[in-house]
């Protein structure tokens, strides 16, 4: 038979296992789409794995968030409203890194990707 202070103990140290450390490295990813039309078929690779969207209105934007699982570079696949596909390589991301990155879709079909980033500790 446990002791009410042992009781209390175990769960003392189960709630400081639960709070010291749980952390898992997201990346918050957001795509805004700058022109004067809807793109379509957005689809983001990422290490490890990717995520779509099937259009992003004119002035709108699309957020997801993710893991990278392994380390290579990012590509951003969509098509614009002349049905034209583009393709454009981004930054590389670490395993593990966390933050923030923003990918614009700009007037031309150019591509900017603003990464916030840091290694996971």
């Known amino acids: 038979m446990m002791r009410r202070g042992s009781i209390a103990a175990w769960c003392a140290a189960g709630l400081l296992l639960l709070l010291s450390g749980c952390h898992s490295p997201w990346i918050q990813c957001t795509i805004v789409n700058h022109e004067d039309a ?10 490890g794995g ?7 209105a004119a002035g709108a934007s699309y957020r997801y968030r993710f893991h990278s699982l392994s380390t290579e570079a990012m590509s951003l696949e969509f098509t614009d409203a ?7 390589t981004g930054p590389d991301l670490g395993q593990g890194q966390e933050g923030t990155l923003l990918i614009e879709i700009e007037p ?7 990464p916030a980033l840091t290694p996971k500790k």
């Open 38 to 47: 809807p793109v379509s078929l957005v689809e983001v690779n990422y290490p």
């Open 50 to 56: 990717s995520f779509g969207v099937q259009t992003i």
């Open 82 to 88: 002349a049905r034209q596909s583009h393709t454009a």
């Open 108 to 114: 031309g079909n150019q591509v900017v990707w603003t």
